[in-house]
């Protein structure tokens, strides 16, 4: 005869917590937390991804942003450019259909669609007001301009082709130079045109700066970061800072340096990047693991073979990164930290390519349908379609190990736009019971009880929903249960 009722009360649902063995952690969190939303301490499905209509034949090397600050349309001031087939696209986000843009004068063809690229602006002879550009470059190719007001292309005339570009203090830099991998070069200031020294004023031109590893390496990425230049190789990472010529100064950090530079984002105060065994930082001082206990079984299942694919971005407060996991060659599935809550979160069943975050949303190219752009979904009452997901909490002894726990009632307040279920399971160290919580279309937080039968030293409770319906769990959840001590 059970002598003591336990009740677990959960204000709120967590993200993942993976950096224990699962027991007796913050039932909040979760050891399983897979296309769900727990913004705000709601538990919720996440949206699918909407795929845009437009299509190009060969597979997108490159997508990038160009905000037309200057556009007279406000409705058309973002425009998407992707790289494919040898060729430059360009299309409004809610575009149907793509347009080619043309070539450089005695160009043909790039030779690459892997593009750095960064936006500026110009100020043409005789024009009242500045011109808004894309500046994109390769190692191959060298550096070519997109206009925003016409959308021409020209090339821009460099000492080097650069592999990656940053802007920093007005000037565009340059580095990734395929036969001097030490070498950054920067343009004049407030000119992306002008690749020229000036002798009698040097802080009026460009020039360059040598950086030697002695190691082969070169550097993969140049990041913005405050008021500095973060230049990064595949082992180290320098401070650039200065704003002039004559007080440019090389700082080497502590940690190591961006083995996966796809993977680079500034968010708020930190650089995160992926590394082989998990998320990393850059603070200013040093490159060290970042948060390793939340996503600690996520980053074990990561196929190290294919790494180079991985791709993360920063957007909204949340740090993404598509990673390929058990064994994928490409990127399977995306980590989500947001920064504000704290939280970690996994959307499987969606292939990344790369990210592009813009002001009207995040999109990303398909791994999967290479000439394929899609929109990521956040919140699935308002975006669209819902995922199929799961929550897994983790196990629980209600403060008492030495007592059996059963007949567990579990009350929920979920709410619907459709008709759904919700698939709710206690499960012990000897069994699993599950229960079918009906949710009507339209309900709004009615509370919902479902009880369970069986017995065990310790419990879990898992939350899985299987069709497309959205759904959220507004008033967290409450578990009652009978203890049995021996």
Request: hydrophobic share 40%; glycine share 12%; charged share 25%.
């Amino acid at each position: 005869m059970a002598e003591q009722t336990a009740r677990l009360k959960l204000e709120g649902f967590l993200g993942l917590y993976q950096g224990g063995d699962g027991v007796l952690e913050d039932p909040r969190y979760a050891v399983e937390a897979v296309n769900v939303e727990t913004r705000g301490g709601v538990l919720a499905a996440a949206a699918r991804a909407r795929r845009l209509e437009a299509e190009l034949e060969e597979p997108i090397g490159t997508l990038a942003r160009l905000h037309r600050r200057w556009h007279a349309e406000e409705g058309e001031r973002d425009v998407l450019v992707a790289a494919s087939g040898g060729a430059l696209y360009w299309m409004l986000p809610d575009g149907e259909a793509w347009t080619k843009l043309g070539y450089p004068e005695g160009t043909e063809a790039y030779r690459t669609d892997a593009w750095s690229w960064v936006t500026y602006e110009m100020n043409p002879e005789g024009s009242d007001a500045p011109v808004d550009v894309l500046l994109l470059s390769n190692a191959q190719d060298g550096m070519v301009c997109v206009r925003g007001d016409d959308m021409s292309v020209t090339r821009v005339e460099t000492p080097r082709k650069f592999g990656v570009i940053a802007r920093y203090a007005e000037r565009i830099w340059g580095g990734a130079i395929e036969d001097d991998p030490d070498m950054l070069v920067y343009s004049a200031p407030f000119d992306p045109f002008d690749w020229s020294a000036n002798v009698e004023i040097p802080e009026d031109g460009a020039g360059d700066i040598l950086q030697p590893s002695w190691d082969g390496d070169s550097f993969t990425a140049l990041m913005p970061f405050g008021s500095q230049l973060i230049a990064l190789k595949r082992e180290r990472v320098w401070r650039i800072l200065g704003t002039d010529p004559g007080e440019y100064a090389f700082k080497e950090q502590y940690g190591g340096g961006a083995a996966f530079a796809g993977t680079v984002a500034v968010e708020g105060e930190r650089m995160l990047m992926l590394g082989r065994e998990g998320l990393l930082q850059y603070d200013g001082l040093s490159v060290a693991p970042y948060a390793p206990q939340y996503a600690r079984g996520v980053f074990a299942r990561m196929n190290r073979e294919a790494l180079e694919q991985a791709r993360g971005c920063v957007y909204g407060g949340r740090y993404y990164c598509a990673l390929p996991l058990d064994g994928a060659e490409s990127n399977s599935a995306v980590l989500v930290y947001d920064a504000r809550e704290q939280t970690w979160l996994v959307r499987e069943g969606v292939s990344v390519k790369a990210f592009l975050p813009t002001g009207e949303g995040l999109f990303f190219t398909s791994a999967t349908e290479p000439g394929r752009v899609y929109r990521w979904g956040e919140d699935a009452f308002t975006q669209g379609a819902a995922t199929p997901c799961r929550w897994v909490g983790p196990w629980l002894e209600l403060s008492r190990k030495d007592a059996r726990k059963g007949g567990w009632t579990v009350y929920l307040w979920p709410q619907a736009r459709e008709a759904t279920k919700l698939y709710i399971t206690i499960r012990t160290e000897k069994r699993a019971r599950t229960k079918i919580c009906e949710v009507e279309a339209g309900d709004t937080g009615r509370q919902k009880r479902l009880t369970f039968g069986g017995s065990g030293r310790r419990f879990r409770v898992e939350i899985e929903s299987r069709d497309g319906q959205a759904w959220a769990l507004s008033g967290g959840m409450q578990v009652l249960a009978e203890l049995d001590p021996d």
